[in-house]
C-alpha cells in the first residue's frame, strides 16, 4: 500500500479518536511510516501534531528536538531556524535552559551566513532571554558574558532598537556579583531611556525594580511600586505572582509583619497550570512558611520539589537556599507525595532531615563557590551565610 494512502487513513482514524492515549499510539504510528519513507514534512508536521496532544514540556521539548535532527539530517535550514526558534520558546517556561544555548548559536550563525534568508531581528527576543540565562549558568565565563552582552548591544542597535532589551541581562549580572548599587544606575537609566520593542512588558521591568529595592533594603518604596502594579493594573504571565513572592521573602528576612499579607497574596495567585519555571517564586513561599507554619511548607515541598530538577544554576541555588531551614530541625519526617523522580526519593516516605538538608547545603556551597569565583566576588557565600544564620 502507498504510504500517503497510510497516512490518510491513519489520519482520519485520529480525527475520530477521542482516547488521548490512543491518539498518541496512532499519531507515532504515522510518524514511524514517515520516518521510513523520509518524508521530512510530513514527520515533523505528524510531530507537531503530536506535540498538541502533550502537555509535559520537555517530552514536548523532546519532540523538536526529534524534529531538528530531521531537518539538520535534510539540510533544510528554515525549517531547522524555525524549529529551533520553537525549542528555545518552549524551554524559556521550564526552570532550565539545556538545548537553548547551542540552538541561539545555531541562529545567531544562521544569520550571520545567510542575511538573505533570515533576519536578525527575528532572534533578537530569543537572545536577550539567552543572554540572561548566561549570567544565571555558572560555567560561562565573566568574560563570555561581557561578550554576549556587547554582541547583543550591537546586533539591537544595527536593527534599530535601543538599549531595552540590553538592560535586562546586565540587571541580572549586576545582582549576580551583589553590585546592587549599580543594579539601581542602570534602572534609573532604563527609565529615563523609555521602552521599545525589544524591552521586557510593563510588568517585568516593574516587578525587576521592585525587586532590586528590596534586595537593597528599600521596603516602603518597594511596597508603593508594587500598589502602583496593582493600582494601574499591571500584569503578565509571571507578575504579579513572582512580585508576591519577592514581597514575602524580603520583607519575612527583616521581620516585617506585612510579608504575610504578600505571602498569601502569592498562594491565591498561584495557578495551577504554571510549569516549572516558577519554582523560585514558590521556593520564597516556602521559606516564608517554613519559620510560620512547616506543615504548610512541607505540604508546598512534597508537591512542587521536583520543578527545581535539572533547574539552572542561578535558579538551583536560590531554591537550596530556600528549603534550607525546611529541614534544620534533626528528626524523622515523613513525605508520602514526593515525586520519584527526585534522587533522594524513598519508597518508604520516610527521611532524615540532615539529609535532606546536607543535599541542598551541598548543592548551594558547590554553586556559591562557582559563581563566587566567576564573579570574582563573594556575593553568594554571603548570601548561604546569611541563610544558614538566621533564626
Not at 550571520?112 to 533578537?124: C, G
Amino acid at each position: 500500500m502507498n504510504y500517503k494512502l497510510q497516512l490518510q487513513k491513519l489520519q482520519i482514524k485520529i480525527d475520530e479518536e477521542n482516547d488521548i492515549d490512543l491518539r498518541k499510539k496512532l499519531i507515532n504510528q504515522a510518524i514511524e511510516i514517515a520516518d521510513l519513507n523520509k518524508d521530512l514534512y510530513e514527520s515533523i508536521d505528524l510531530r507537531h501534531i503530536l506535540m498538541d496532544e502533550e502537555m509535559n514540556l520537555d517530552y514536548r521539548i523532546g519532540i523538536l528536538k526529534e524534529s531538528i535532527k530531521l531537518s539538520d539530517a535534510a539540510n533544510n535550514l528554515e525549517e531547522s531556524f524555525d524549529l529551533r526558534i520553537q525549542l528555545i520558546q518552549e524551554e524559556i517556561y521550564t526552570s532550565h535552559c539545556i538545548d537553548s544555548f547551542s540552538a541561539i548559536t545555531w541562529l545567531l550563525e544562521a544569520v550571520d551566513s545567510h542575511p538573505d534568508l533570515f533576519k536578525e531581528e527575528n532572534v533578537l527576543w530569543q537572545y536577550k532571554w539567552l543572554a540572561c540565562s548566561a549570567v544565571n549558568n555558572a560555567d560561562i565565563s565573566l568574560e563570555q558574558i561581557q561578550d554576549i552582552l556587547e554582541d547583543l548591544k550591537m546586533r539591537l542597535e544595527r536593527n534599530g532598537y535601543g538599549l531595552g532589551a540590553y538592560y535586562v541581562p546586565k540587571i541580572d549580572l549586576q545582582e549576580s556579583i551583589g553590585d546592587i548599587s549599580g543594579a539601581l544606575q542602570t534602572l534609573k537609566e532604563r527609565d529615563e531611556y523609555g521602552r521599545d520593542g525589544m524591552s521586557d512588558c510593563e510588568a517585568c521591568e516593574l516587578n525587576t525594580k521592585i525587586k532590586i529595592k528590596l534586595i537593597a533594603g528599600d521596603y516602603d518604596s518597594a511596597i508603593a511600586d508594587t500598589n502602583e502594579m496593582l493600582n494601574e493594573d499591571i500584569s503578565c504571565n509571571e507578575v504579579p505572582f513572582d512580585t508576591y513572592c519577592n514581597l514575602a521573602y524580603y520583607l519575612n528576612n527583616v521581620n516585617e509583619s506585612k510579608a504575610k499579607e504578600y505571602f498569601e497574596k502569592g498562594l491565591n495567585e498561584f495557578d495551577n497550570d504554571f510549569e516549572s519555571s516558577f519554582i523560585l517564586g514558590l521556593s520564597k513561599l516556602i521559606n516564608y512558611a517554613s519559620y510560620h507554619n512547616t506543615q504548610h511548607a512541607l505540604d508546598l515541598y512534597q508537591k512542587y520539589a521536583h520543578w527545581q530538577l535539572n533547574s539552572e544554576d542561578k535558579t538551583n541555588f536560590d531554591v537550596c537556599l530556600n528549603f534550607l531551614n525546611l529541614f534544620k530541625q534533626k528528626g524523622t519526617i515523613e513525605l508520602e507525595k514526593l515525586n520519584p523522580t527526585l534522587p533522594f526519593y524513598r519508597a518508604d516516605a520516610k527521611y532524615n532531615s540532615d539529609d535532606l538538608y546536607n543535599y541542598y547545603l551541598s548543592i548551594a556551597q558547590n554553586l556559591a563557590e562557582k559563581f563566587d569565583a566567576r564573579n570574582k566576588t563573594d556575593n553568594f557565600k554571603k548570601l548561604l551565610t546569611k541563610e544558614i544564620m538566621r533564626k
